[in-house]
């Protein structure tokens, strides 16, 4: 079954998320806030959120190391930037989840659906992990890689549901759509994924993380959405640089 891992790993994003919000409705209940306001008090809540994107930061910073060039980071980054923005992709996302948000609720707390979705979707998908073990289970139909994924995502969605919400759990869907199309299509994009173009696409990914860290923290307003077609530059660059 070529899917299973991806299977495996969306179904453990789900079920770390509806811990994290089983922990968000009892710090709700303990801090004895209404049903419409942040699970926790604003402090406590403003610490959490800080602290999560600090976290965040950090590993975006630990993928970046792993890019060997820079030109093509730099290049990357600004393609790919330029057709997220002509293509409005930050624009879709947010109906995706203005969508999400009215058909189960409002807001939860201070963090929107979109934001939770967002995050945890790129957090989820992008890294070699993602690439290399989507690869082994469509060519040899090897899943321990994904596996491994899971067991790491399943814990960091308890924590990112806690901390943004219920938008977390419709991440699992990004993570089944793209670890799944990569191990359909493994076959055909394999010999085009050496070592290296996985360390820059890696890269390039990291530097869309430390983004959304960044934004956590209140520094910036980047719309990491139209930076994903950046990942895909690395593909042809890594011929040439």
Excluded: W
């Excluded at 994003?13 to 942040?38: C, D, F």
């Excluded at 002509?86 to 659906?113: M, P, Y």
């Amino acid at each position: 079954m070529p899917l299973l891992g991806a299977l495996v790993n969306a179904g453990a994003v789900i079920v770390g998320g509806l811990i994290g919000l089983l922990i968000r409705a009892l710090g709700k209940k303990i801090g004895n806030q209404p049903q419409k306001t942040a699970a926790m008090p604003g402090r406590f809540q403003d610490i959490v959120m800080k602290g999560v994107g600090l976290c965040v930061a950090y590993i975006g910073i630990t993928g970046i190391i792993k890019g060997q060039n820079a030109l093509i980071a730099i290049l990357s980054i600004v393609v790919g930037g330029l057709i997220g923005e002509l293509c409005r992709l930050e624009n879709g996302i947010n109906k995706i989840g203005q969508a999400i948000e009215k058909r189960f609720g409002s807001k939860d707390g201070t963090v929107s659906v979109t934001q939770g979705f967002v995050t945890a979707s790129l957090l989820f998908c992008v890294g070699a992990m993602t690439i290399v073990g989507s690869l082994n289970s469509g060519i040899q139909g090897d899943h321990t890689m994904q596996y491994t994924k899971a067991l790491l995502d399943g814990i960091s969605a308890v924590i990112f549901a806690s901390s943004l919400g219920y938008g977390v759990l419709f991440s699992a869907l990004a993570v089944l759509a793209i670890q799944g199309g990569i191990t359909l299509l493994a076959g055909v994009i394999a010999p085009y994924l050496s070592e290296v173009v996985i360390a820059e696409m890696t890269c390039v990914g990291s530097l869309m993380i430390v983004a959304i860290g960044l934004n956590m923290l209140g520094l910036t307003k980047i719309k990491v959405m139209n930076l994903v077609p950046a990942m895909l530059p690395p593909l042809l660059l890594c011929r040439f640089m």
